[in-house]
């Protein structure tokens, strides 16, 4: 049987500054586990200016809790004022790195040549790029999303070994879904979770496909967490507004 570790990973976006950044993370700890975080991967996405406070926590109690950055350069060093790169987070400890949330896409104008750039440039750093891909409202009532989908998943990872495809992680974020408070149905997610997998046997082999984590994401709550994760091939979910409250975190990581 296939086994693929849940991950529950919570994009904090621009929210919280560093102490608020510490209080939280402290608080997720104190509600979980080992057990749970063994079971369930658990994993904070913070603002930059917050990677190191998170380090600082996280590495000084040991807990079982991953971070990452919400975005990469996809070069490795320069003049690229603002920009953080993969060595960057790599050297502060991250282990993730969102790749393509739609936020970038719609407001930093990111296209998939770019994401591909830099889900290589994660990767080549040895992060876990959380891959996001998804359809806006127009491309849905069309019912373009599956081909939409398949085409970004297809630009993101142009180029990428079979090898290096196991490491990437896809969030299927329907942008109609995000900050709104409507969630797909569990059916919803399963169809273009499951036809990405699809397309990965396709483009790659069975064995590749199998091993890579395929989340959802789109206000996903304690309260609608466990039908997603019902689905076949969902593999845990990206997490934004919920993710900001410690109690709720928590318990959307103890969904089982
Ligand atoms: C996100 O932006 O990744 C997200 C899923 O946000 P929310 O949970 O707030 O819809």
């Not at 926590?57 to 950055?69: N, R």
């Not at 990872?157 to 969630?183: C, D, F, M, N, S």
Request: a negative charge; glycine letters at 10%; hydrophobic letters at 40%.
């Amino acid at each position: 049987a296939i086994t693929r570790r849940p991950l529950m990973a919570g994009n904090w976006k621009m929210n919280l500054n560093h102490l608020e950044a510490n209080l939280l993370v402290q608080k997720l700890a104190a509600s979980l586990t080992a057990q749970q975080l063994t079971d369930v991967e658990c994993v904070v996405l913070p603002p930059f200016t917050d990677l190191r406070t998170v380090q600082t926590a996280i590495e000084g109690d040991k807990l079982l809790i991953g971070y990452g950055g919400q975005d990469l350069s996809p070069y490795p060093s320069g003049a690229y004022t603002g920009d953080i790169s993969g060595a960057m987070l790599a050297k502060l400890g991250c282990t993730y790195v969102v790749v393509g949330h739609s936020e970038r896409r719609q407001y930093h104008h990111e296209d998939d040549a770019l994401v591909n750039d830099k889900v290589t440039a994660a990767l080549a750093h040895g992060l876990t790029p959380i891959l996001c891909i998804g359809e806006g409202l127009e491309v849905r009532e069309q019912l373009r999303h599956v081909p939409h989908c398949c085409d970004q998943l297809d630009g993101a990872l142009r180029g990428l070994t079979p090898e290096q495809v196991t490491k990437v992680v896809v969030a299927y974020e329907p942008v109609w879904a995000i900050g709104t408070g409507k969630t797909a149905t569990p059916e919803d997610a399963q169809e273009v979770c499951g036809e990405v997998r699809k397309r990965l046997v396709e483009t790659y082999d069975q064995a590749t496909a199998d091993q890579v984590r395929i989340l959802y994401g789109g206000s996903v709550k304690s309260s609608n967490v466990a039908s997603i994760m019902a689905q076949p091939d969902v593999d845990g979910a990206l997490v934004g507004g919920a993710s900001l409250d410690g109690e709720e975190f928590a318990k959307i990581c103890r969904f089982p």
